[in-house]
T-cell receptor
């Protein structure tokens, strides 16, 4: 089975712009979670989607949003980018929210200038 | 919400020695505790996990122990090798309930940089 894939792998944006990141889960996995990883804050949960609905949300401002499509692929969007949004954005998939084990994608490295 | 504390933040050992990383959690309803290994520039990879109905789990050189009363769990790596060098993260989750109305999120510790010297 192919693993979790994320596109693009690297992205450079400037302050004020917006960005959309994509995540394709493992085949058969319907739950997708997003995390932000920074050296200072570590791995922080953004949100989880299942059946095209957001099921859980972390403590991030409304500039961070996401969605999930009927094929379980997910996108996250960050609007009005700030320098502090520079991070590695990881998505992880699992079969469903009641399944414990989740698998991470390779991440998208976002740099905001 | 859940809070996970991980110690130490860095750990340096000689090849062949054992390494122990400890985590404490705050939410007594947490019942799933995975450990991830992240090599430089790579994705976090699940190396072992334990559920609250088990006190210890072992997989070759890696073991995890859980003390529910004290709300802490530990990763033990024996006979360390240079390829064990990486950042290790612990995490905790309150599992989704049977009704599916509670969807637990994974809360991670801050990570431990493990360096194994040849």
């Amino acid at each position: 089975k192919a693993g979790v894939t994320q596109t693009p792998r690297y992205l450079i944006k400037t302050r004020g712009q917006q960005v959309t990141l994509s995540c394709s889960p493992i085949s058969g996995h319907r739950s997708v979670s997003w995390y932000q990883q920074t050296p200072g804050q570590g791995l922080q949960f953004l949100f989880e989607y299942f059946s095209e609905t957001q099921r859980n949300k972390g403590n991030f401002p409304g500039r961070f949003s996401g969605r999930q499509f009927s094929n379980s692929r997910s996108e996250m969007n960050v609007s009005t980018l700030e320098l502090g949004d520079s991070a590695l954005y990881l998505c992880a998939s699992r079969t469903s929210p009641s399944t414990d084990t989740q698998y991470f994608g390779p991440g998208t490295r976002l740099t905001v200038l | 919400g859940e809070n996970v504390e991980q110690h130490p933040s860095t750990l340096s050992v000689q090849e062949g020695d054992s390494a122990v990383i400890k985590c404490t959690y705050s939410d007594s309803a947490s019942n799933y505790f995975p450990w991830y290994k992240q090599e430089l520039g790579k994705r976090p990879q699940l190396i072992i996990d334990i559920r609250s109905n088990v006190g210890e789990k072992k997989d070759q050189r890696i073991a995890v122990t859980l003390n529910k009363t004290a709300k802490h769990f530990s990763l033990h790596i024996t006979e360390t090798q240079p390829e064990d060098s990486a950042v290790y993260f612990c995490a905790a989750r309150r599992r989704a309930n049977a009704g599916g109305t509670s969807y637990g999120k994974l809360t991670f510790g801050q990570g431990t940089i493990l360096t194994v010297h040849p």
